[in-house]
Nanobody
Framework: QVQLQESGPGLVKPSQTLSLTCTVSGGSITTNYYYWNWIRQPPLKGLEWMGAIAYNGSTYYSPSLKSRTSISRNSSKNQFTLQLSSVTPEDTAVYYC????????????????WGQGTQVTVSS
């Protein structure tokens, strides 16, 4: 059974960098052909795919967030990390990590394992 768990600060100040880590258990993030994704849901809005890191380390980003987003991994710890720079209150959301197979940018219903989500609030 694959499990994902998000961790990171719940409160970030405007203009700072948000950093979240997803720890994966029950499966390796380097296993072919899985993609490891970050998804968020702002209050009263739908889910938004932010980006992904593939089994081979390749990264993919939403065009709307690409200039502010970086995803990396630590294979030895079986973790992948999201960094979102220059945050504003509009980045307040529940942030999820999730696994997909075969490619990135899948319909959200195609992700088979999700973390429970972590609330991040951007406020001074």
């Amino acid at each position: 059974q694959v499990q994902l768990q998000e961790s990171g600060p719940g409160l970030v100040k405007p203009s700072q960098t948000l950093s979240l880590t997803c720890t994966v258990s029950g499966g390796s993030i380097t296993t072919n052909y899985y993609y490891w994704n970050w998804i968020r849901q702002p209050p009263l809005k739908g889910l938004e795919w932010m980006g992904a890191i593939a089994y081979n380390g390749s990264t993919y980003y939403s065009p709307s967030l690409k200039s502010r987003t970086s995803i990396s991994r630590n294979s030895s710890k079986n973790q992948f990390t999201l960094q979102l720079s220059s945050v504003t209150p509009e980045d307040t959301a529940v942030y999820y990590c999730a696994r997909g197979e075969g490619t990135y940018g899948l319909p959200l219903t195609e992700y088979d394992y999700w973390g429970q989500g972590t609330q991040v609030t951007v406020s001074s």
